[in-house]
């Protein structure tokens, strides 16, 4: 693993060099991985974006999880809300560690998900996410904040995921966020879809997820640039919150675990464009158990109950 310094350098010469390569950072943008593609096969990883993160079979597997006690959910989720109101946030993602129990390995684990973006690292952690970071094609930077979530078995469920107050204003302060942090690598930044459903399939229901589409156009030496670029633009703004600087301290507060690669972003350059997603739907081994790490945003118009349910709703295998 690379420092922060030294994998923005080797990102950037990459970049200038027009060498395809494959990246991955923690949380916070700390520390990262960065590999050339040529030079991936040694480091025991395997990864898919887009139509090849597809799985064509839906195996049957044991898959249970020990969600973490409400009353344990509420500590955070109260002190998450107080610094809401005393006017220190606008929005925080706050998320748990679950454990869960499975007779799938990591490999197996990726080998069923279907997910857009998919990724294994050796035996310590396996993702599969349905949310872009950031592409770049031909001088265009686009984002696709992801934020809301129901169950699609919901009566009305469409309507009451657009129609709901509390998952407008996160969108909206998400949005924002996104658009005012490509502002300061790019030009001409604008929304240009706003409040598109998706559906995600899981190994239990449909879920269906708020997105929107930001772009902006880069400068003409991006890649020279990709390394110093992109780690302006961490932590993502999805998985953290408004304003950065003091939600990212509000999480570190609230949070009992630290989160290392998980909300991170993943990331392949193919000489020309860039494609990346948010490390979520993350699931990581620690002294042979596995966790499960979820979350979601919270703000002034959250419910605790309703927090909680969508935490144990994402804990789930795509497939």
């Known amino acids: 693993m690379l420092r922060r310094p030294a994998a923005i350098q080797?990102?950037?010469?990459?970049?200038?060099?027009?060498?395809?390569?494959?990246?991955?950072?923690?949380?916070?943008?700390?520390?990262?991985?960065v590999c050339p593609l040529d030079q991936l096969q040694k480091h025991n990883i395997t990864y898919a974006?887009?139509?090849q993160a597809s799985s064509h079979s839906k195996p049957n597997f044991a898959f249970s999880k020990q969600p973490l006690l409400r009353e344990e959910f509420a500590l955070a989720f109260r002190?998450?809300?107080?610094?809401?109101?005393?006017?220190?946030?606008?929005?925080?993602?706050?998320?748990?560690?679950?454990?869960?129990?499975?007779?799938?390995s990591l490999q197996e684990i990726y080998a069923v998900s279907k997910a857009?973006?998919?990724?294994?690292?050796?035996?310590?952690?396996?993702?599969?996410?349905?949310e872009t970071f950031v592409k770049i094609e031909d001088g265009h930077i686009y984002s696709y904040p992801m934020k809301g979530t129901l169950d699609a078995a919901v009566p009305n469920a469409r309507q009451q995921l657009l129609n709901d107050p509390k998952e407008?204003?996160?969108?909206?302060?998400?949005?924002?966020?996104?658009?005012?942090?490509?502002?300061?690598?790019?030009?001409?930044?604008?929304?240009?879809?706003?409040?598109?459903?998706?559906?995600?399939?899981?190994?239990?229901?449909?879920?269906?997820?708020?997105?929107?589409?930001?772009?902006?156009?880069?400068?003409?030496?991006?890649?020279?640039?990709?390394?110093t670029l992109l780690f302006k633009?961490?932590?993502?703004?999805?998985i953290s919150g408004a304003p950065k600087k003091e939600t990212v301290q509000i999480i570190a507060n609230a949070e009992t675990y630290e989160r290392g690669f998980y909300t991170g972003i993943c990331g392949v350059y193919d000489g020309q464009n860039l494609d990346s997603g948010v490390m979520i739907r993350f699931i990581e081994k620690e002294n042979n158990q596995l966790y499960y790490k979820s979350g979601g945003g919270i703000t002034s118009f959250?419910?605790?109950?309703?927090?909680?349910?969508?935490?144990?709703?994402?804990?789930?295998?795509?497939?």
């Open 233 to 238: 633009l961490l932590p993502a703004g999805s």
């Open 49 to 51: 974006f887009g139509d």
């Open 116 to 130: 857009k973006y998919k990724l294994r690292y050796q035996d310590q952690f396996v993702f599969f996410s349905p």
């Open 79 to 104: 002190y998450v809300v107080d610094q809401i109101n005393f006017g220190n946030s606008y929005l925080v993602n706050l998320t748990v560690k679950t454990p869960i129990t499975t007779n799938l």
């Open 168 to 227: 407008t204003a996160e969108h909206v302060t998400i949005v924002d966020l996104i658009r005012n942090d490509l502002s300061q690598i790019a030009e001409k930044v604008a929304v240009t879809k706003f409040r598109f459903i998706t559906e995600v399939q899981t190994h239990e229901k449909t879920l269906l997820q708020v997105s929107s589409e930001i772009r902006g156009q880069l400068p003409q030496d991006y890649h020279s640039r990709l390394g």
């Open 10 to 33: 080797q990102i950037n010469a990459l970049g200038k060099s027009h060498t395809p390569f494959l990246f991955f950072t923690d949380f916070l943008g700390t520390s990262a991985f």
């Open 302 to 319: 959250s419910n605790e109950a309703s927090e909680y349910q969508e935490v144990i709703d994402k804990i789930y295998i795509p497939c």
